[in-house]
């Protein structure tokens, strides 16, 4: 589906640049997604850059590039581009709160500061349980328990395991109910 995307991508592209505008927007914007789901992210990151040069840096374009810079395992630049993306949110600009603290509390784990990135990935935890929740009723949501587990492995580096597993038992459980037993998320969270 991918490279079917990206053959659409092609065909439209004269047309889109040619129109300008949102179009020409849409399609850099369009076009960086497909390469980040192919894993080329270099191609992804520079599509993206070119998409804020255009129209500015904004609390999402700023997450996703985060996350691109995240995948080529360029922590500093990802933690400042979620950094960024904080306070543009704080200005108004709209953005995936959750996924940003998510992004950057796990770049902040790999660079070795746990302890610095718990608070922040309980944080994506309690956006994504608030934002799942429906008549003071917690929705099953496979994103909550990714937090799940995050903030249980962080835990565990912390050597505080009776928090790591009872996130990760709290993840396990949402797992089995969203993606089945047979899911490799199910599997990760049992081991």
């Keep these: 589906k991918l ?23 849409k399609h850099i914007q369009s076009l ?4 980040w789901k192919q894993y080329r992210f ?19 374009l700023c997450e996703n590039i985060g996350h691109t810079y995240s995948s080529l395992g360029e922590l500093p630049k990802a933690a400042e581009y979620f950094e960024r993306a ?3 949110m704080k200005h108004g600009s709209f953005g995936n709160r959750g996924g940003i603290y998510m992004g950057l509390g796990l770049v902040r784990d790999r660079l070795g500061k746990t302890r610095d ?12 349980q608030q934002e799942h929740t429906k008549d003071h009723v917690q929705l099953d949501s496979s994103i909550i328990a990714k937090a799940h587990m995050s903030c249980g ?22 797992f089995r109910r969203t993606v089945g ?11």
């Design 3 to 25: 490279n079917r995307t990206e053959k659409i991508l092609g065909e439209v592209q004269e047309t889109c640049h040619s129109m300008g505008g949102d179009w020409r927007v």
């Design 32 to 35: 960086a997604f497909c390469r």
């Design 153 to 174: 492995k962080a835990h565990e580096k912390l050597g505080e395991p009776e928090k790591a597993a009872q996130h990760m038992s709290d993840a396990l459980a949402i």
């Design 117 to 128: 990135a718990l608070p922040i990935l309980t944080q994506a935890l309690e956006h994504y």
């Design 42 to 60: 270099k191609d992804a990151l520079r599509l993206f850059l070119q998409q804020q040069e255009i129209v500015g840096a904004s609390a999402a």
């Design 86 to 88: 904080i306070e543009l």
């Design 181 to 191: 037993y047979d899911s490799p998320l199910t599997a990760n969270a049992m081991g």
